[in-house]
């Protein structure tokens, strides 16, 4: 385990990590048991597939357990990494009602468990808590401007009620509590079908179809590379002290259209940018601020977007190549 400077401190801990069939959380629970950890994943496989930590199932501390956490559990652990959420806005707005649901008795759940058993935990937040931001880059202490009645609301206002809960038990003295405000994280193991820009774009590319870009392709996003993420959950979560939300996230800022065109680049492939309505509420523009977490954990994130995109593309094709080959497979059979 690493502490809050990245140094080791060796102790194995027992980890809860709900979501953790999911694009971050079989990232993460990689992590926990490489550093010597016992690790239950929970995670009831909406937007996840056992298929994503099919490669931990080998290790003898790692278990994946099916369950809603809209339903409570019970695990006697030391740390509860409270990842479970759909996080694309195309998935979250296919079922609203349960998304909210998902957030705000998800977050109870996990809390109440680590108050039974005295464990520290780690909510997964977003930098959808700031909405469409009028304050740029978005520091911690900005309250936000999210619509409360639009499209996105089951996703932002879960998430927002999801940290009321957690400084709730912090401040009566109910649970030991992090909280990640986690901006656009991308990276292997997204899911082909997930919908969100960088997949969506490295999918097309592949694909020879057309990319396509969402209203003028102006809008910005500042996107983090997957293992930087995860190091910086790590160092929240193993930092001494409650300190409130923290952004995690890389400052690297670029419009939406610039992305397209580097994966363009990067892919050689011949697709044509196509411009397709802008979504309601669509953010015009994020920047996570990232002093706190520089300060407090040392975070700083290494993985330039080019690189990052590199690996994430080569994990695209030979995804794309195996799903290709099944497909010929099934039609021999
Ligand atoms: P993901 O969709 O790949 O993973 C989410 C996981 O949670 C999936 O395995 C899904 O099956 C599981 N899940 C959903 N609802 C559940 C429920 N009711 N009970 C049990 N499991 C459930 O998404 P991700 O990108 O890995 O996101 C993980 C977490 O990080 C989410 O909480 C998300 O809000 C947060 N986050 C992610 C990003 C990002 O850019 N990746 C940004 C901000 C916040
Ligand atoms: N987007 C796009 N084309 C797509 C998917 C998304 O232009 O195929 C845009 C989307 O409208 C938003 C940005 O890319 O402006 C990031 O979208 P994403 O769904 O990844 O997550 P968000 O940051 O909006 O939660």
């Given at each position: 385990?690493?502490?809050?400077?990245?140094?080791?401190?060796?102790?194995?801990?027992?980890?809860?990590?709900?979501?953790?069939?999911?694009?971050?959380?079989?990232?993460?629970?990689?992590?926990?048991?490489?550093?010597?950890?016992?690790?239950?994943?929970?995670?009831?496989?909406?937007?996840?597939?056992?298929?994503?930590?099919?490669?931990?199932?080998?290790?003898?501390r790692f278990w994946l357990?099916?369950?809603?956490?809209?339903?409570?559990?019970?695990?006697?652990?030391?740390?509860?990494?409270?990842?479970?959420?759909?996080?694309?806005?195309?998935?979250?707005?296919?079922?609203?009602?349960?998304?909210?649901?998902?957030?705000?008795?998800?977050?109870?759940?996990?809390?109440?468990?680590?108050?039974?058993?005295?464990a520290r935990l780690l909510?997964?937040?977003?930098?959808?808590?700031?909405?469409?931001?009028?304050?740029?880059?978005?520091?911690?202490?900005?309250?936000?401007?999210?619509?409360?009645?639009?499209?996105?609301?089951?996703?932002?206002?879960?998430?927002?009620?999801?940290?009321?809960?957690?400084?709730?038990?912090?401040?009566?003295?109910?649970?030991?509590?992090?909280?990640?405000?986690?901006?656009?994280?991308?990276?292997?193991?997204?899911?082909?079908?997930?919908?969100?820009?960088?997949?969506?774009?490295?999918?097309?590319?592949?694909?020879?179809?057309?990319?396509?870009?969402?209203?003028?392709?102006?809008?910005?996003?500042?996107?983090?590379?997957?293992?930087?993420?995860?190091?910086?959950?790590?160092?929240?979560?193993?930092?001494?002290?409650?300190?409130?939300?923290?952004?995690?996230?890389?400052?690297?800022?670029?419009?939406?259209?610039?992305?397209?065109?580097?994966?363009?680049?990067?892919?050689?492939s011949a697709s044509r940018?196509?411009?397709?309505?802008?979504?309601?509420?669509?953010?015009?523009?994020?920047?996570?601020?990232?002093?706190?977490?520089?300060?407090?954990?040392?975070?700083?994130?290494?993985?330039?977007?080019?690189?990052?995109?590199?690996?994430?593309?080569?994990?695209?094709?030979?995804?794309?190549?195996?799903?290709?080959?099944?497909?010929?497979?099934?039609?021999?059979?």
């Open positions: 385990m690493a502490d809050a400077n990245g140094r080791s401190v060796g102790k194995s801990l027992r980890v809860l990590v709900t979501g953790g069939a999911g694009f971050l959380g079989s990232h993460l629970c990689e992590r926990l048991l490489g550093e010597g950890h016992e690790v239950i994943a929970l995670d009831d496989f909406s937007t996840g597939s056992p298929e994503s930590v099919a490669h931990l199932m080998r290790s003898r357990v099916e369950h809603d956490v809209a339903l409570p559990f019970d695990y006697e652990v030391d740390r509860i990494y409270h990842l479970a959420s759909p996080a694309s806005p195309a998935r979250y707005q296919r079922d609203p009602v349960r998304t909210t649901i998902t957030n705000v008795a998800g977050a109870l759940h996990a809390l109440e468990c680590a108050e039974r058993h005295g909510q997964a937040s977003t930098s959808e808590v700031y909405g469409d931001p009028e304050v740029h880059p978005q520091p911690e202490s900005y309250l936000g401007r999210v619509n409360p009645v639009g499209v996105r609301a089951c996703y932002d206002e879960g998430k927002r009620c999801a940290e009321s809960l957690v400084m709730d038990f912090h401040r009566q003295g109910r649970a030991s509590a992090r909280i990640a405000r986690i901006f656009n994280t991308y990276g292997p193991r997204m899911a082909v079908d997930d919908g969100r820009v960088v997949s969506n774009f490295i999918v097309q590319a592949l694909r020879g179809e057309d990319i396509t870009v969402h209203g003028s392709g102006a809008q910005t996003r500042s996107f983090c590379y997957v293992d930087d993420l995860v190091e910086g959950c790590l160092r929240l979560m193993e930092h001494p002290a409650d300190v409130g939300p923290v952004n995690l996230g890389n400052p690297a800022e670029v419009t939406v259209l610039e992305l397209a065109q580097e994966i363009l680049r990067l892919t050689g940018i196509v411009h397709r309505p802008l979504p309601e509420d669509d953010p015009r523009q994020r920047r996570p601020a990232i002093e706190l977490a520089r300060r407090l954990l040392g975070f700083e994130p290494r993985v330039a977007l080019r690189q990052g995109l590199r690996a994430t593309i080569e994990s695209f094709r030979r995804a794309l190549a195996g799903a290709g080959e099944q497909r010929a497979a099934a039609m021999a059979s």
